[in-house]
């Protein structure tokens, strides 16, 4: 373990403070030493890195006259010796020390501080993403529970859907109820869209322009079901159609006609 009086030799040497006997005799020491050698080299980086953080400020010119006035006042006194001067300069290296490791102990606590919180918004994010995920597949429950409810009930009739020659293989039968604003659609055969695309469903009344209802997607196998709900009952119409649209659907002109059917 390293001796008080050797300790304050190597911290007055990284701050400068030592009388040349003093700081040739630190010299000869480290030169010797390695573990010497890293420990001021430790303290030299220190002290370096506490100017670097300083920040730079402009004195007052009252204070280089304060400062002109008490080093002619010195003159005029008995002069401080040495070895006091030292001392009290090193028990402040010593204080300056400490409060750098704190300083240095603080940051690492803040940076892991900063970290956990990084880490627990990040948990925050999965459980809220797992939440949404939670709730859609929910409601892909709800609407597929309703769909099967509304196809097998008594009064609900069918129609199919013909296919076109844009798309030869696809097959579409549409579910209703006489006075129900509900429908439900169910495809298979599509080919999937490429991004940038959409299916479109569309009802139709007798010598009107037809309405757009409902987008949706096909799985990899082709298959889709949703459930629609019209501005009024199904039976006011005379006609259904799927389309392909461009993302975000048309409400004007219907695209590409992929399935058509009569109710």
């Known amino acids: 373990m390293m001796d008080a009086q050797l300790e304050e030799l190597l911290i007055g040497y990284a701050l400068g403070i ?14 010797n030493n390695p573990l010497l050698r890293t420990k001021i080299q430790q303290l030299q980086r220190t002290v370096h890195q506490l100017a670097l953080a300083a920040p730079r400020v402009q004195p007052a010119p009252i204070v280089k006259q304060q400062l002109l006035a008490r080093a002619r006042a010195s003159k005029q006194t008995s002069p401080i010796t040495r070895p006091t001067t030292r001392r009290l300069s090193l028990a402040w290296a010593a204080a300056l020390a400490l409060l750098i490791a704190l300083g240095g102990w603080n940051i690492g606590l803040r940076n892991e501080n ?27 429950i709800a609407k597929a529970e309703q769909a099967v409810a509304f196809v097998v009930a008594q009064t609900t009739t069918s129609r199919q859907l013909a296919a076109t020659e844009q798309s030869p293989k696809a097959v579409g039968t549409m579910y209703m109820q006489p006075g129900n604003q509900t429908a439900v659609l169910v ?20 010598g009107q322009e037809p309405i757009p209802s409902d987008q949706f997607s096909v799985n990899a196998a082709g298959h889709a ?4 709900t019209a501005d009024s009952q199904v ?15 048309s409400q004007t002109a219907p695209g590409t006609t992929v399935l058509a059917g009569n109710l």
């Open 114 to 140: 900063n970290q956990l919180r990084t880490n627990v918004a990040g948990l925050e994010r999965e459980v809220a993403s797992e939440r949404l995920r939670r709730v859609q597949a929910d409601e892909q």
């Open 225 to 228: 079901q949703l459930v629609i």
């Open 235 to 249: 039976n006011d119409f005379q006609q259904v159609m799927v389309t392909i649209e461009a993302a975000g659907g």
């Open 187 to 206: 495809v298979d055969g599509l080919a999937p869209l490429p991004e940038g695309q959409v299916y479109q469903f569309w009802l139709a009344r007798a």
């Open 18 to 31: 030592l009388s040349l006997d003093e700081q040739q005799s630190v010299e000869i020491q480290i030169a």
